[in-house]
């Protein structure tokens, strides 16, 4: 089966759910500073769901050219991940709009974490299908950044109920963790 069919409709979807969000963003009401500062808030939650669709991109593109081939499992486990990936600009503007409110931050916290059960199985049922000694098995090694973020987006979702501002500093902890490159990937791909 071709992997190409898979990345391109990734890749769409993606592109679409970008465009979704930065539709959602509204003028704003006035034509001074403090009609921009209003809106602080929104552009800051679409930044950083900007940031975290780009990982998704960028991690998912170097998944997928490691990787040799796909099947049916694959195509699935793809289409969970896009389907929790869909529901960003949703996330995304209600946090938005209430940004001081629990259930929007941890709300935006579920679709988070989500996402990155659902990237983790993907990775999963693709290096199933890889032979044992592939490029891809070697460059995943321990994942240390995909076991720790899960972990972080579960205490951003508590901590959404106690303050909603630290549940948002950790949801971009996150963001800038994934945000150092990973070059495991490039590593094996180019065999060192």
Not at 62 to 85: I, K, S
Request: hydrophobic residues 55%; without cysteine.
């Amino acid at each position: 089966m071709s992997k190409g069919r898979l990345e391109a409709f990734s890749d769409g979807v993606i592109a679409i759910l970008i465009t979704i969000m930065v539709l959602e963003l509204k003028i704003p009401h006035g034509s001074d500073w403090h009609a921009l500062r209003d809106m602080l808030p929104v552009f800051l939650t679409y930044a950083l769901s900007y940031v975290f669709l780009g990982i998704y991109w960028n991690n998912h593109h170097h998944m997928l050219h490691a990787a040799e081939r796909v099947n049916g499992r694959v195509l699935w486990a793809n289409l969970h991940l896009l389907f929790w990936l869909s529901l960003t600009p949703f996330a995304t503007a209600w946090m938005g709009d209430y940004h001081e409110a629990a259930l929007p931050n941890a709300a935006y916290g579920v679709v988070l974490l989500a996402s990155a059960i659902a990237y983790y199985i993907l990775q999963r049922e693709i290096v199933a299908i890889e032979p044992p000694h592939s490029r891809l098995h070697r460059a995943l090694g321990r994942d240390l950044k995909g076991k720790i973020s899960p972990l972080l987006y579960v205490v951003g979702i508590g901590m959404a109920f106690v303050s909603p501002w630290v549940s948002s500093a950790i949801y971009v902890s996150v963001a800038l963790l994934w945000l150092i490159p990973d070059r495991r990937i490039e590593r094996a791909m180019n065999g060192l």
